[in-house]
Each structure stands twice: as C-alpha cells, then as structure tokens.
C-alpha cells in the first residue's frame, strides 16, 4: 500500500541566500576550494520605511486581526544544531535533571516548566519604536539588497509567535507513532477570542546588514515560520527570541560573533571587532540590559577569575602579595578567609579587588541565551554532526552564500520528528554530551570520557526500560529513532568503552558498559555483533580467559542480526583459540572445531587469488603515522610520497597509464551517480529533515532499499539492458550533472569525468552494477573496505582493482570480503604487499578499518 504524503513548499539553497548576497550563482567546483577571506560588506545608504505585512485572516482577536497559516503555507524548515557547550556546563546541567523525570517522547510527553528568568517584553506600544521616533540617526533600514522574501518569511514568524504568546499554538504532544503510522501531519492553531494586552511587532524588527548576524537572523525566523516549532517554547523564551531580532545591527553582529566563542567569561577590553564599532563597551551595555549577557562577576568564584589573567598580570598580584609567582599559588592564597589582623580585610578580600581591578569589565553569555539558541539550531538541522560546533554551522552558510558548496535541491516532509519540548531537551542533552566526549577522546582527557561514559551507562538504566516499552510492535522508522534520547546515549556509551579498557581498574567497567549495550533491544541491533565481538577481544586478550572467550563465541555465532563482517571476525577469533595448546579444555577446543569445520567453506574462500610484492625504500614515518616512501620517476627523479603512491608509480610502469588513489570514495561516488534520482527525489517521512543533508537519513538504516524497491528495481532493470559503452557514457553525463551538488558522491578522487567513463567500461556492466548493488542493500555496511587503487588503461580496457599493504599490515575482515565478492563479479583483483629494502620483512598486523569500535 503507498502511502502519500503533505509536503511544504521549500526554497532553493539559491533563493534561500538571494537575501544575503544578490544572484550569486554557485559555479561547479570538482576540487574543494580554498576558503576565501572574510569580506565585510558596505552598508548601503539608509532609508525609513514602514513595512507591515498583512496576511489573510483566519482568527481574530480583540486587538488586532492575526494571521493564521496552516502547514501547507508555510516556508522551508533549514535546521542546524550546535554543540560547542563546555563540558562544565553540560556536567551541571546533566546533574540537575534527574532521569526519574523520563519519559518516552513517541507517544506522549509531559510540557517543561516555564522558565522564570526576566527578558524584553514586548508591548503594544512599543518602547523601541518609541525611540526610533525620538532618534532620527538610530532609524531602521532595509538593505536595498533584501527583497521581500526575508520579509514576509519574518512577518510569518512574528505571526506565530504571537499566536504562540496568546496560547493558540500550545507546547506540543505529539503522538509520532500515529504520525507516522498515517504519514500525514496537518497542524494549524487554534482559533481564541483573546484581549491580550502585548504584541509582538513586526515594525520593530531589525533585519542585519552584518552578514554574519543576517545567517543568524535568517535560521531564527525560517525556525519559527514553522507554526510547530513555537510550541518547542515557552513564553519567557519567546520574548527572548523577540528580543534577538529586536537588537540594534551593532548587538546582533556582536551576539553572533561571541556565540561562537567558548562559554566562559570574557574581558572586554580584550575583544576586538573593529567592522562593528571601536568602542565595544555600549554595545556589550546593550546586550546585557537584555538580559543576553551577564556582567556581574560578584559570584564567580576567584579561582576562575584568576584564569583570566595573563602571565604579568598573575606576576605582579604575586609580587604585591609577596607570594610565588604562580597561578596556583596565588588560587590558594585567595583561598584564606581569616583576616591577619582584627579588624582587617582577609587575604581573600584584598585579593578579589585586586583581580577585578585588573580584570576590568567582563561579561559572559546567558546560559539560557546559549540553551534557547542550541534549540534553534537543532531545529534547523536536527541531523548535524554531533562533531561539529556552531562556528562550523555559520562556516557552512557563509560557503553556500560563497558558492563554494551546494546541496542537493530536496523536499522536507512535514512530520515532525520531535513529540515534545521535553523530547527535544532530552535530544539535545545527551547530543552534547556525545560532543563533549567526542571531543575529550580527541584530547585524550580520558578521565573526562569516563565521565561521560559512566554518566549515559546511569541515564541508560530508565530511559531503555521506557523505551522498550513504547518501541513494541511500533512503525516509527528507525531513521526517526535515531532522534530519541536513549540511541544517543547509547552512542556515546558505545563511544567510551575504549577508554574503559585503557586500565586494569575500569576494565571491569568496560564489561559491564558492554552488557548493557548487548541486552537491550531498543537501537543499534546492527551494532550488537560488533559488541559481541569486542567483549570476546576482553576476555581473550585482557583476561587470558579462553574458556569465557568459547563460549561468549559459540553465543553470538548464532545471533540473528550478525552482518557478514561480524561472522567472518568470529570465526578469525576460533581460529586462534583452536590454535592455543593450553588454557582451554578439549571439550572447548572440539566446540570450536566443530563450527570451524561447519563454515569451512566460506572461509576458504577469502583468501586472495593474486597477489605481488614491489619494494621500495621507506624513510620514516609522517606526523599522521603513516609511512613515507622514496619514489623514483621515470625522469630519474625522486619525490616522497605514501605507500599507496609507491604502488601507483610501480603499476603506471606496467603499462597501468592511470590510476587513482580511492578506497571507499569510488563505489560511493558510482552508486550516487548511477542511483541519484532514488537518493535525492523520492520522499520519505522523516529522510528529510534538513536542507543541509547529503543523504536521506533512511540510508544509514535496513529501510533504504525498502522504502525505494520498485524505483530501485526497475533502474537496475534498465540499466542491465544497456552496453559498456552506453553505461558508461550513461555515467559520464550524470556524473557531470551532479558533481556541483555536495553529497555523497566524492567527486575530487576524480580530475574530470572522463576517467569515472573510462572506469566504467573497463569494468562493464556486470562489474558496475555489482558493485552499486551492495552499497544498496546495505550501505553503512560497505562504505569501507574496498581496495585502495584502481589502475587502467583507457586504449587497451585493461585495469586492476589493488588493495595495497606495507609492512606489518594485512588484510582486514572487510578488506577480505570486498576483494571476495569482486572475484565472483570476475573482476581483475590484487593484492600489492609493499616491502622496504631498509627493513627484512616481518609478521604483518591486522589493520582495523574505521567502522570497528
């Protein structure tokens, strides 16, 4: 049964950014540029106009006629998501939200409370406009630049969030297995008689000329054009957001440039914009009167202020104090509380005036500021990479407005895909928190990550028993469970388990995280094998306890969702068991023969048919631990280069003209461009949640190919009736139609679309769509894993698909099964082992690919 489903008109990348810089149109760039210096425009000449868009009238009240729009009216949702909180922020608020509060956000949600903080309250006469009236110099303009589009989609914005102050748009609960069980989601406000005596105006808006603010400016009101996401809000947070697009053009360019700053306290004589203003300190007045920033350092405590002095600042407080020059030495001082003398002011007094007269004015960003713009942006783009911070968010707009990227031209579905302001709290929390750890591996701030990770194992613990509940015999796909809570904490549980492993004394963490991870049932079936796995790796390696490792093996062989990948690593983990002479009982080591004896076959199969061995000289190693190699040209000349670029050089000897260096970017960048249609123009609820994707989410999920059989099938139909030559011209020309777009075709392995052609009619037919078919039925799978290099000749067809090894390196479990299946598709397959002549070959190491834990 097809099910079909509302959607809402949306803007292309292109006319969503006409407002920022003009026709600026995105030339095709097939090699990622570099990014261009940041050029701050020239205000354009000011002039006063009065605009006041009128909508037609669906719900009246006392006041003023308002204007309703329903969900088939209104603009293109663009989503962001900003994830730049510090860990001591994340840490405090983590603390004080108990998870005995959870509850599931599928079928039901209970409203957060109100927030009580103070904020701009907007009213019917305005005191803004009062001013602007008195202040002929301080009058609005509209950039000449700016068409209607930003105007009526501001207008629409203020409309909702009147409708949402008045109560016709409540805090949602919102039944998404019944959303998506239908497929169809229709949401208009209710129609109230209300005598509400404030209103949002829409003449006191001030659209930015900075082009940094207007990126902001832009993803607040394309937000909030969207009826739904006010009842994300409560009131005291409307009139905060209200507030933003009410700040002179000189706060709103200084709000966007210190939200992209790190969350601490800041001194102001050290902050300097010249674009905005030489004089800072009114504009920081301005944002704090707001209630945007806070400046009163009365309750910092003076160990944090003290970290805001520089070195000679820290010497002479020392000198004065007569005390070691030394931070924390003089953090400790300032920790005396008792007076030398009665009557006197103690050490910590005279310390704290000292510091603040040093210090000047500071200020630091409102933690709620920060948390109701983190809403904003992850309703934006709610499919953000959890890696990525909000600097990174505007570093993206600013490079499509550049026409350094653009992104593929898609419809968004209506469906929502968060039932709850408490949902999309809990969301968001533990999305920050999967920063934050992301970010402390990196750092290797290990006790950090352990942290964390001992944090989501207790937020795991109720969330998963809800969750588990509410998931039984549910519909909602599985592409939209990846935006509930507890698949992100799982995540970043998932994250720390190495961490655990690093010592003898978490060790016993690391197990028990993995069991927790094993034994629910809510997200990550997939995963499970690969859990399974690295629990066997433990009790083999760490605890020396072979019989654990049998039987926890003969377990998960007969796991149901175990991948191809998975089964082949178990039976590698037999093989050395079975090889052990001691540490393992003979009725242990029969159990392990018996299933070896059992998958004999497969096994056999993966071992390489070809294989050569080159050498070359090694010359160290480079910064990111790879092996450096001398390479000699044909010209007698000699460059360095990676051990990859070793066997190009050797097999372009061979008669190999071409060749290109691609692992998994080449069978991603044939199935995109052979499948592109079935990726970018089909509409599946919830697939599309952002403007700003690559991919429809369902491929990262086993839908994809269900949810698209009978286009899939019938292109696969087509395409096997066509000739080499034919399927490849076929390649060439939608390669060339869509390498402007950014997705997930990676264009740049390639110098022009001729060699992705040639490729192709080496390979024929069947090599071509063989390789796409796997990358269809399981993408996440087989995006690593495929050989290094491709070699050919464009005159003789002639090529070969090569997976190259250095020393000490062998053959992954994907590695193996990629080289395996293109043998039975009759490609011409070969493993290059590379030695050095400077070192005697010794016993290579298996090389995880990136997917493994």
Same mark, same amino acid.
């Given at each position: 049964?097809?099910?079909?489903?509302?959607?809402?008109?949306?803007?292309?990348?292109?006319?969503?950014?006409?407002?920022?810089?003009?026709?600026?149109?995105?030339?095709?760039?097939?090699?990622?540029?570099?990014?261009?210096?940041?050029?701050?425009?020239?205000?354009?000449?000011?002039?006063?106009?009065?605009?006041?868009?009128?909508?037609?009238?669906?719900?009246?009240?006392?006041?003023?006629?308002?204007?309703?729009?329903?969900?088939?009216?209104?603009?293109?949702?663009?989503?962001?998501?900003?994830?730049?909180?510090?860990?001591?922020?994340?840490?405090?608020?983590?603390?004080?939200?108990?998870?005995?509060?959870?509850?599931?956000?599928?079928?039901?949600?209970?409203?957060?409370?109100?927030?009580?903080?103070?904020?701009?309250?907007?009213?019917?006469?305005?005191?803004?406009?009062?001013?602007?009236?008195?202040?002929?110099?301080?009058?609005?303009?509209?950039?000449?630049?700016?068409?209607?589009?930003?105007?009526?989609?501001?207008?629409?914005?203020?409309?909702?969030?009147?409708?949402?102050?008045?109560?016709?748009?409540?805090?949602?609960?919102?039944?998404?297995?019944?959303?998506?069980?239908?497929?169809?989601?229709?949401?208009?406000?209710?129609?109230?008689?209300?005598?509400?005596?404030?209103?949002?105006?829409?003449?006191?808006?001030?659209?930015?000329?900075?082009?940094?603010?207007?990126?902001?400016?832009?993803?607040?009101?394309?937000?909030?054009?969207?009826?739904?996401?006010?009842?994300?809000?409560?009131?005291?947070?409307?009139?905060?957001?209200?507030?933003?697009?009410?700040?002179?053009?000189?706060?709103?360019?200084?709000?966007?440039?210190?939200?992209?700053?790190?969350?601490? %306290?800041?001194?102001?004589?050290?902050?300097?914009?010249?674009?905005?203003?030489?004089?800072?300190?009114?504009?920081?007045?301005?944002?704090?009167?707001?209630?945007?920033?806070?400046?009163?350092?009365?309750?910092?405590?003076?160990?944090?202020?003290?970290?805001?002095?520089?070195?000679?600042?820290?010497?002479?407080?020392?000198?004065?104090?007569?005390?070691?020059?030394?931070?924390?030495?003089?953090?400790?001082?300032?920790?005396?509380?008792?007076?030398?003398?009665?009557?006197?002011?103690?050490?910590?007094?005279?310390?704290?005036?000292?510091?603040?007269?040093?210090?000047?004015?500071?200020?630091?960003?409102?933690?709620?500021?920060?948390?109701?713009?983190?809403?904003?942006?992850?309703?934006?783009?709610?499919?953000?990479?959890?890696?990525?911070?909000?600097?990174?968010?505007?570093?993206?707009?600013?490079?499509?407005?550049?026409?350094?990227?653009?992104?593929?031209?898609?419809?968004?579905?209506?469906?929502?895909?968060?039932?709850?302001?408490?949902?999309?709290?809990?969301?968001?929390?533990?999305?920050?928190?999967?920063?934050?750890?992301?970010?402390?591996?990196?750092?290797?701030?290990?006790?950090?990550?352990?942290?964390?990770?001992?944090?989501?194992?207790?937020?795991?613990?109720?969330? #998963?028993?809800?969750?588990?509940?509410?998931?039984?015999?549910?519909?909602?796909?599985?592409?939209?469970?990846?935006?509930?809570?507890?698949?992100?904490?799982?995540?970043?549980?998932?994250?720390?388990?190495?961490?655990?492993?690093?010592?003898?004394?978490?060790?016993?963490?690391?197990?028990?995280?993995?069991?927790?991870?094993?034994?629910?049932?809510?997200?990550?079936?997939?995963?499970?094998?690969?859990?399974?796995?690295?629990?066997?790796?433990?009790?083999?390696?760490?605890?020396?306890?072979?019989?654990?490792?049998?039987?926890?093996?003969?377990?998960?062989?007969?796991?149901?969702?175990?991948?191809?990948?998975?089964?082949?690593?178990?039976?590698?983990?037999?093989?050395?068991?079975?090889?052990?002479?001691?540490?393992?009982?003979?009725?242990?080591?029969? #159990?392990?023969?018996?299933?070896?004896?059992?998958?004999?076959?497969?096994?056999?199969?993966?071992?390489?048919?070809?294989?050569?061995?080159?050498?070359?000289?090694?010359?160290?190693?480079?910064?990111?631990?790879?092996?450096? %190699?001398?390479?000699?040209?044909?010209?007698?000349?000699?460059?360095?280069?990676?051990?990859?670029?070793?066997?190009?050089?050797?097999?372009?000897?061979?008669?190999?003209?071409?060749?290109?260096?691609?692992?998994?970017?080449?069978?991603?960048?044939?199935?995109?461009?052979?499948?592109?249609?079935?990726?970018?123009?089909?509409?599946?609820?919830?697939?599309?949640?952002?403007?700003?994707?690559?991919?429809?989410?369902?491929?990262?999920?086993?839908?994809?190919?269900?949810?698209?059989?009978?286009?899939?099938?019938?292109?696969?139909?087509?395409?096997?009736?066509?000739?080499?030559?034919?399927?490849?011209?076929?390649?060439?020309?939608?390669?060339?139609?869509?390498?402007?777009?950014?997705?997930?075709?990676?264009?740049?392995?390639?110098?022009?679309?001729?060699?992705?052609?040639?490729?192709?009619?080496?390979?024929?037919?069947?090599?071509?769509?063989?390789?796409?078919?796997?990358?269809?039925?399981?993408?996440?799978?087989?995006?690593?894993?495929?050989?290094?290099?491709?070699? %050919?000749?464009?005159?003789?067809?002639?090529?070969?698909?090569?997976?190259?090894?250095?020393?000490?390196?062998?053959?992954?479990?994907?590695?193996?099964?990629?080289?395996?299946?293109?043998?039975?598709?009759?490609?011409?397959?070969?493993?290059?082992?590379?030695?050095?002549?400077?070192?005697?070959?010794?016993?290579?190491?298996?090389?995880?690919?990136?997917?493994?834990?």
């Amino acid at each position: 049964m097809k099910i079909y489903f509302n959607t809402m008109r949306q803007t292309t990348m292109d006319q969503f950014y006409n407002v920022v810089g003009g026709s600026n149109k995105s030339e095709r760039i097939k090699n990622k540029k570099k990014k261009s210096p940041i050029i701050m425009r020239t205000p354009v000449k000011k002039t006063r106009r009065d605009f006041l868009h009128k909508s037609p009238n669906l719900c009246k009240t006392n006041k003023k006629e308002i204007d309703v729009i329903t969900l088939d009216d209104k603009l293109p949702s663009i989503e962001t998501n900003t994830h730049n909180s510090p860990t001591k922020i994340v840490e405090n608020r983590i603390v004080t939200s108990p998870i005995i509060k959870y509850a599931s956000p599928i079928r039901s949600a209970q409203p957060t409370p109100l927030s009580s903080d103070g904020q701009f309250t907007p009213k019917t006469s305005s005191p803004i406009k009062a001013a602007l009236n008195r202040s002929p110099s301080t009058k609005r303009v509209r950039r000449k630049l700016i068409k209607n589009t930003i105007e009526d989609l501001t207008s629409k914005a203020i409309n909702y969030l009147n409708l949402a102050k008045e109560g016709a748009i409540a805090n949602n609960d919102i039944d998404l297995e019944k959303v998506y069980s239908i497929g169809k989601f229709n949401y208009q406000p209710k129609c109230i008689d209300t005598t509400i005596t404030t209103k949002y105006e829409f003449d006191d808006v001030v659209i930015p000329e900075d082009m940094y603010s207007l990126h902001l400016f832009k993803a607040i009101v394309t937000v909030f054009s969207n009826p739904i996401n006010c009842g994300y809000f409560d009131n005291t947070e409307l009139d905060m957001i209200f507030s933003f697009l009410t700040l002179s053009r000189h706060a709103q360019a200084l709000l966007i440039r210190m939200l992209k700053r790190q969350y601490k %306290w800041h001194r102001i004589n050290h902050i300097e914009y010249n674009e905005i203003s030489n004089n800072l300190k009114p504009v920081f007045d301005e944002l704090v009167s707001r209630s945007i920033f806070k400046a009163d350092k009365d309750k910092e405590d003076t160990a944090v202020l003290i970290n805001l002095l520089q070195a000679p600042e820290v010497h002479k407080l020392c000198r004065d104090f007569k005390i070691e020059k030394n931070k924390s030495k003089l953090v400790e001082f300032g920790c005396k509380t008792k007076p030398l003398f009665p009557g006197t002011a103690s050490p910590r007094d005279k310390l704290r005036t000292s510091v603040n007269n040093c210090l000047g004015d500071c200020v630091i960003l409102n933690i709620k500021v920060k948390e109701v713009i983190d809403r904003i942006i992850t309703l934006l783009i709610p499919n953000q990479d959890p890696d990525e911070t909000l600097s990174d968010t505007f570093l993206t707009f600013l490079r499509i407005e550049k026409g350094e990227i653009k992104f593929p031209k898609i419809t968004i579905n209506d469906c929502p895909i968060f039932a709850s302001k408490k949902h999309l709290l809990d969301y968001i929390e533990a999305k920050n928190v999967l920063h934050n750890i992301l970010r402390a591996i990196q750092n290797k701030q290990w006790e950090n990550a352990q942290r964390l990770g001992t944090l989501a194992a207790q937020r795991l613990q109720l969330i #998963l028993e809800i969750e588990s509940i509410s998931l039984q015999d549910s519909s909602l796909p599985y592409h939209i469970r990846r935006f509930m809570p507890g698949y992100m904490w799982l995540k970043v549980l998932s994250k720390s388990i190495n961490v655990f492993k690093k010592t003898k004394e978490t060790l016993p963490l690391a197990i028990d995280y993995l069991q927790i991870l094993i034994n629910q049932n809510c997200h990550m079936k997939y995963r499970k094998g690969q859990w399974y796995i690295e629990l066997i790796k433990i009790h083999m390696y760490h605890q020396k306890n072979l019989e654990a490792s049998v039987a926890l093996i003969s377990k998960t062989i007969k796991y149901e969702n175990l991948t191809e990948v998975d089964r082949l690593d178990l039976l590698e983990r037999a093989e050395i068991i079975v090889k052990r002479k001691t540490g393992i009982s003979k009725n242990s080591q029969a #159990l392990v023969k018996h299933m070896l004896d059992s998958h004999v076959i497969s096994r056999t199969q993966l071992i390489p048919e070809n294989s050569i061995t080159i050498q070359g000289t090694i010359c160290g190693n480079t910064p990111q631990g790879k092996s450096s %190699w001398c390479i000699s040209t044909d010209a007698d000349e000699k460059m360095y280069g990676s051990v990859e670029t070793l066997a190009l050089y050797s097999y372009k000897s061979k008669g190999y003209i071409k060749g290109v260096h691609c692992e998994g970017a080449f069978p991603i960048t044939l199935f995109a461009v052979m499948f592109w249609d079935e990726l970018y123009n089909i509409n599946i609820p919830g697939a599309w949640v952002s403007l700003y994707q690559n991919a429809p989410l369902d491929l990262y999920s086993s839908e994809f190919y269900e949810n698209r059989k009978e286009q899939i099938d019938k292109k696969l139909q087509n395409l096997q009736k066509f000739d080499s030559e034919k399927l490849s011209k076929y390649l060439k020309d939608k390669f060339e139609l869509y390498c402007e777009y950014q997705s997930i075709s990676q264009d740049n392995i390639f110098n022009d679309s001729d060699c992705i052609q040639q490729i192709a009619r080496c390979l024929g037919v069947e090599g071509v769509i063989g390789i796409c078919k796997r990358l269809i039925y399981n993408f996440p799978l087989w995006t690593a894993g495929f050989p290094d290099l491709i070699v %050919w000749n464009a005159q003789t067809n002639k090529y070969k698909i090569v997976e190259v090894k250095g020393p000490n390196d062998s053959l992954s479990t994907k590695q193996k099964l990629w080289l395996d299946y293109l043998n039975r598709l009759g490609l011409n397959t070969e493993v290059c082992y590379c030695e050095s002549h400077t070192s005697h070959p010794r016993g290579r190491k298996r090389k995880h690919d990136k997917s493994e834990l």
